[in-house]
C-alpha cells in the first residue's frame, strides 16, 4: 500500500533523511539529518542523530549519539549511548555507558553495568503524593510516579546524598541520608550519614 511506512537499513557508512519509518536499522556507521519517527530503531554500528527522534523502541548495542530530544516508551543501552538534549523515555534499562545533557524523564529506571552517577546534590526519591526524582547537579532529572521504581548503579558520589529505592556498591558524600528500599555495600562519608531502619547497608566509614 502506498500509505505503508518504509524501513531501512544503514549497514556501512550512509546518511538517512528525517522522516516517518516503519524501522530504522544501522549496522555501520549512519547519520539522521532530520527529525526523525518510527516504531522501532536499532543501532549495533555507530549512529548519529541530529534532529528530535521519536519511537516505540530504541534499542543501542553500539554507539547512540542524539543531538536533539528523544521520546520513546522503550530504551534499552547495552552499548554506549548519549543525548545531548532532554528524554522522556517510559521504561529506560542501561548496562552500558549512558549520558544525558538535559532532563530524563521516566516511569521506570533501570542502570547497571559499570554507570557511575555524580553530582553535587543527588536525590533519588520515590514518587507519591508530590513530585519527585532524582536531581544530579541540575543535569540530569528522573521522575518516578506510581509504579515501582528501582535505582541500581555501581557508584554514586556527591556533596549532598539523599537516596530510596537504591542499589548501589559504593556510595560516597558528605552529607548522606540512606532510605527505605536502599541496598548499599559500603558508605563513605565526611560529615553526617543518616540510615532508615528498612534500609540494608554494609560498611560504614567516616572519613
Known sequence: MSDERRSISLSGAGKLSG??????SIAGAGK???DLKADEIRISGAGKFSGKTEAVQISVSGSGVFDGPVTADEM???GAGRIEGDAKVKEMKCSGSFRVSGNLSSEYVKLSGQREIGGESIHVERGG???KGIFLDGLVRMFWRGAAAELTTTSIEGDEIALEDTTADVVR???????PGCHI????YTETLEVHENAEVGKRTKV
Request: glycine share 16%.
Open 19 to 24: 522522516g516517518d519509518y516503519a524501522r530504522v
Open 32 to 34: 539522521v539529518d532530520g
Open 76 to 78: 534499552a543501552v547495552s
Open 129 to 131: 503524593l508530590r513530585e
Open 173 to 179: 558524600g558528605k552529607r548522606v541520608v540512606i532510605g
Open 185 to 188: 555495600k559500603n558508605i563513605e
